[in-house]
């Protein structure tokens, strides 16, 4: 199970009237996003158990590719990286991200949205870069047990089966509310995975949590029950 979070912890823990709405930063996300998965104990992309920033390499069979240092801490990872939100708009072709989140409002957003950020492991998260997910002919190797391959040459990420569901589900989403322009041939690649990894309950309860946080849920993964998140924020005042 990726996210091991309750409904009942988060009304004692997280929904706060500060924290009951979308976070205006990235770094307000990081904030937000090292409480919401406080209790939950797997990293996104081996499945590895981690404590506060500190990742249990051992418990996923992680081995260190080449940065033992970066692969001990774990890091917020985009879904969809920030270049691939960035660069089709103007801000990014005048400045790159820093002038986007100076200037861009809608990119500040997309940027900082909870549905798109995961908990990583460090030297994954440096290794996949900006680069795309897709299928990869190779057997994972390259980080021990873990069941992640990347191509460095090809550009292309190949996750782990259990999460690329939930990457297809959030591509599709991220590009409907920032309109981000996908490939026809990705597009096609999402559509295909969504259809292949249905939603797990871990996906939906995600979902629900980080919405009642943003104010609107993933409509790829489910509708949001915002009856239930006003009646945990009214048990917190």
Not at 10 to 31: G, I, N, V
Not at 82 to 91: D, P, T
Not at 150 to 170: L, S
Not at 186 to 212: D, S
Request: aromatic share 12%.
């Amino acid at each position: 199970m990726l996210l091991r979070v309750t409904l009942a912890f988060l009304c004692l823990t997280l929904f706060t009237p500060a924290l009951a709405e979308p976070p205006r930063s990235f770094s307000a996300a990081k904030k937000i996003g090292w409480r919401l998965y406080a209790r939950q104990s797997v990293e996104f992309y081996c499945g590895c158990k981690f404590s506060g920033k500190r990742v249990d390499l051992n418990s996923c069979g992680y081995v260190p590719r080449k940065n033992a240092k970066r692969a001990a801490r774990i890091e917020w990872e985009h879904i969809v990286p920030a270049w691939q939100i960035g660069h089709q708009r103007q801000c990014w072709q005048q400045g790159g991200r820093k002038n986007c989140t100076k200037h861009d409002t809608t990119y500040r957003r997309a940027e900082s949205d909870l549905h798109n950020l995961v908990p990583a492991i460090g030297e994954i998260n440096g290794d996949r870069s900006n680069f795309a997910y897709g299928w990869l002919p190779q057997q994972p190797s390259q980080y021990g047990a873990c069941p992640m391959v990347v191509d460095f040459k090809a550009r292309i990420a190949m996750p782990r089966k259990a999460v690329r569901g939930m990457i297809a589900r959030t591509y599709l989403y991220m590009s409907d509310r920032y309109r981000l322009r996908l490939s026809k041939q990705k597009r096609q690649l999402y559509a295909t995975w969504h259809k292949q990894y249905p939603v797990k309950t871990w996906e939906r309860q995600r979902n629900q949590l980080l919405g009642c946080v943003m104010g609107w849920g993933n409509p790829y993964v489910g509708s949001l029950d915002k009856s239930a998140c006003h009646t945990q924020l009214a048990g917190t005042r």
